[in-house]
Every structure is written in C-alpha cells, then in structure tokens.
C-alpha cells in the first residue's frame, strides 16, 4: 500500500509541476500585454500593437499546452484519487467548477478574438480582449488557489455523518485569509515569470542586434513590471504569507526553517543541511534571533520547533521542504537584486548598452521557473502528512484498486508523452521569437533588421 501511495503522489507531482510551467507564464504575461496594448492606444505607436500581438502569440502557445497537460490532472482524481474526490467533492468541487466553467471559458474566447479579430474589434474592442483574456485568466488562477487553500486552511464546511464534506458557507470558501494571501504571493511569482521571460527576449533582441526597437519596449515594460513584482514577492505578500503560516501551519514552518527544537530568539538558517536523524543542521550560517522577528516582530519570542509535534505529523520529507523553500527565497533575492541593478540602469539610460547586464537577464530567464516549482513544493509536501490539514490524511485519500503497476505504466506514458510536448514547445517559442514582432505587419523591418544584424 505504501508503494502504491507512493507512486500515485509521484504522478501527480510530475503532471502538475510539468502543468504549471505554462500556466504561471500565461498568466503573468496576460497584465503584461493590457499594458502594451494601452501604451498603443495612449501614444499611437504601431510597435506597441505588434509588441501586444507578438506576445499574444507567445500566450496562446502557452495556454494550449497547459489545457493539454491540465486534462490529466482532473482524470487523476477520479482514478488515483478516488477516495478524495468523494469525501472533499462537495466543497472542492464548486471553485474547480466555476474555474472551468467561467474563468477557463472566458479567457479562451476572447483570446481568440484578441488573437484574430482585431480589424472586426476595432482598438478600444481589441483592448477590451485582451482585458478580458487577462480578467480570465487572473479568475482561472484564483479559484485554483481557492481550492489548495482549502486543504492548506480548511474553512467554511461542515462535516456530515458519512465522512463526506460540504460546504457551509461558500462566501467563506472564498474569502478564507489563506487563500486571499497565497493568491497575492503566487500571482507576483507569475508576473515575475512573465517579466523575466520578456526581458531576456528583449536583451536577446539587443545582444543580436535584430528587433533592437521592440527589444528596448520590451526591457522597458519587463523591468518596470519586474522590480515591483519582485518587491511584492517578498514583502507584503511573501512576509505575510509567512507570518500567517506560522501561526496555522507551525509544524511546517519549523520544517522550512530546519527548526528541531523549540527555541527563544531563534535563529533563522541562511544555508545549512538539515540532518534529521540527529535533528541538527550541518555547517549552518545562521542570522540570530531573526526567525522570531519575522514571525512575532520581537526578538525575544519562542518559535515551537518540531520537537514540540508529535512525529506522526511532521512533513514526511522534511529536507525537501528545507531545501525547496531556501532555494524559492535565495531566487526570490536574486530577482530583486537583478531587477533593481536593470531599473537603476534603465533610469541612467545605460542598460541598452550595458551587454554584461543583458547577458545576465537572458541567463536570469529559468530561474521564476525554478522558484515557483520550488514554492510549491514547499507548500504542498509541507502540508504532508494531511491532503486537508488536520482532517485528512494522504493516506485516506488515495484509491485502493488503483494498484502500484498501473500508476507507474501510466507515469512513464505521461513522462513520454510530455517529453514530445515539451519538444514541440521548444520548438514553437524560439520559432516565434526568430520571426520577432514585426515579421507579419511590417515585413520592411524585419528585412532591415536582418540585414543591420
């Protein structure tokens, strides 16, 4: 039975962590091209329309590999995940629901207009679109975030006399705090998402010396939006989100901190490797005191550790979560540092120029991957040992007669499947990025960039 378990959390992570690589870009690039598309309207330069459109196109690639790889997911609750889905169906399934009826629907139809209606719409109905592409997918994300909430910080149900869930109170679904604060943290980490991939398209313009106008629309926009998306990232929404776990999710956030034994003024561990037989951390560089502060805002407060849990309820991979979280903060850093550096030079008119600079922002442009693959590995194994904390355990929720064979067939068909898919990705992108934004409407430029190149 555990080696069943254990595969059927394996599939589900490597479909949702592969899922997610596209999702978190459309949805980051959806602000990104509304504000284009008013830049054009507020200045009447073309280059803005064709940025808009560019990216547009980058966007619908996106989006279609994630409906592709989405699908999958929702098959596994009912077939790995049976057990779940019944208990939880009756309030896990409204957000979901109205996810796919509403959010998904809307941002698929007016995409396709944003994407080919545009002489029809006329400039203000081709802005309405795109609005409407981002108000869509914006939805999409936060009746997502709706539902992990819910097993992250269960509220607004009732619990019936068969062991079923349902919900009591819908508007309590979906202000739960945990969910208004996880939202605010996962959409700045899909900004920054978004603003990393533009900037480096836009240095990569530069550095070829093809496209350099629409390179320099792009750093500009990508590094405005960027620095106030990483700064976001980490305070208010990363130190809130931090702050309100520790005080519903304690077991977690010593797990995250490496923290095995209670302490007053603790520290917090800037590099370390947590050694959980002997519940040490090895060769630490820690910062003391700190943890406390971060958390009570005094230096003088106790953090419980795990040592003051039992151990049936610890994280079951507590290095994991360890070393997911201080990778998704020691990026988080990096984003700022990088960001603030290009805004600081942008503002001195010398970042165009600076080829050291661009260099870094094309290399910078995995890293939100990484991050936000690192941020919710820390949220969901830390929930571990529950599927909805305190109530449910992961060992309740999977599905029996699904046995371990089954799961691991069709995991190695979806890594293979996947693997074609992220072939054909890689191969669409840098397709569209070598045709740049100006190759379809004004195919002089994209002569006279070629030839300048």
């Known amino acids: 039975m555990q080696l069943t378990s254990f595969l059927h959390r394996i599939q589900f992570a490597f479909t949702i962590t592969f899922h997610y690589l596209f999702p978190q870009l459309t949805m980051g690039l959806a602000p990104l091209i509304v504000i284009l598309k008013t830049l054009a309207i507020r200045t009447g330069n073309q280059q803005y329309d064709d940025a808009s459109r560019f990216w547009a196109k980058i966007f619908?690639?996106?989006?279609?590999?994630?409906?592709?790889?989405?699908?999958?997911?929702?098959?596994?609750f009912g077939t790995n995940w049976a057990q779940f889905?019944?208990?939880?169906?009756?309030?896990?399934?409204?957000?979901?629901?109205?996810?796919?009826?509403?959010?998904?629907?809307?941002?698929?139809?007016?995409?396709?207009?944003?994407?080919?209606?545009?002489?029809?719409?006329?400039?203000?109905?081709?802005?309405?679109?795109?609005?409407?592409?981002?108000?869509?997918?914006w939805l999409s994300g936060f009746f997502i975030i709706v539902t992990d909430a819910w097993m992250q910080h269960p509220v607004g149900y009732t619990l019936l006399p068969d062991g079923r869930f349902s919900v009591s109170s819908f508007w309590e679904l979906l202000t739960n705090p945990w969910a208004l604060i996880q939202y605010a943290h996962n959409m700045s980490g899909a900004v920054i998402t978004g603003t990393f991939v533009m900037t480096a398209v836009g240095a990569f313009y530069l550095l070829q010396r093809q496209f350099t106008d629409y390179g320099r629309i792009f750093l500009r926009v990508g590094v405005t939006c960027g620095l106030m998306a990483s700064l976001f990232?980490?305070?208010?929404?990363?130190?809130?989100?931090?702050?309100?776990?520790?005080?519903?999710?304690?077991i977690t956030t010593a797990a995250m901190e490496g923290l095995f034994k209670s302490q007053t003024g603790a520290p917090i561990v800037i590099l370390g490797q947590p050694d959980e037989e002997h519940e040490t951390i090895d060769n630490p560089i820690i910062a003391n005191k700190v943890l406390s502060f971060l958390i009570y805002g005094t230096t003088t407060a106790e953090?419980?550790?795990?040592?003051?849990?039992?151990?049936?309820?610890?994280?079951?991979?507590?290095?994991?979560?360890?070393?997911?979280?201080?990778?998704?903060?020691?990026?988080?850093?990096?984003f700022?540092?990088?960001?603030?550096?290009?805004?600081?030079?942008?503002?001195?008119?010398?970042?165009?120029?600076?080829?050291?600079?661009?260099?870094?922002?094309?290399?910078?442009?995995?890293?939100?991957?990484?991050?936000?693959?690192?941020?919710?590995?820390?949220?969901?194994?830390?929930?571990?040992?529950?599927?909805?904390?305190?109530?449910?355990?992961?060992?309740?929720?999977?599905?029996?007669?699904?046995?371990?064979?089954?799961?691991?067939?069709?995991?190695?068909?979806?890594?293979?499947?996947?693997?074609?898919?992220?072939?054909?990705?890689?191969?669409?992108?840098?397709?569209?990025?070598?045709?740049?934004?100006?190759?379809?409407?004004?195919?002089?430029?994209?002569?006279?960039?070629?030839?300048?190149?």
């Open 60 to 76: 619908g690639i996106n989006f279609a590999m994630g409906v592709v790889t989405g699908i999958p997911m929702e098959f596994q």
């Open 85 to 137: 889905s019944r208990l939880t169906g009756g309030v896990i399934g409204q957000p979901l629901a109205m996810e796919g009826t509403f959010s998904f629907f809307l941002e698929s139809a007016f995409l396709g207009l944003f994407l080919f209606g545009e002489k029809r719409l006329g400039k203000w109905g081709h802005w309405l679109a795109a609005f409407l592409v981002f108000l869509g997918s």
């Open 233 to 250: 990232q980490v305070f208010p929404s990363g130190d809130l989100h931090g702050k309100y776990m520790a005080h519903q999710q304690p």
């Open 303 to 334: 953090v419980a550790g795990l040592n003051a849990f039992p151990r049936d309820q610890w994280p079951t991979n507590i290095p994991l979560v360890y070393f997911a979280y201080h990778v998704m903060v020691g990026l988080g850093t990096i």
């Open 336 to 453: 700022v540092a990088v960001m603030v550096l290009a805004a600081f030079l942008l503002w001195r008119g010398k970042l165009y120029q600076s080829q050291w600079m661009l260099w870094i922002i094309v290399l910078c442009a995995p890293f939100p991957y990484i991050a936000n693959t690192a941020g919710w590995l820390t949220a969901e194994v830390g929930r571990q040992p529950w599927l909805v904390y305190g109530l449910l355990r992961t060992s309740q929720g999977y599905s029996h007669n699904v046995i371990a064979g089954n799961t691991m067939f069709t995991l190695l068909g979806y890594m293979g499947l996947y693997l074609l898919l992220g072939i054909l990705f890689l191969f669409l992108v840098p397709r569209e990025i070598g045709h740049g934004p100006a190759s379809d409407s004004h195919p002089v430029a994209f002569i006279t960039a070629s030839k300048e190149s």
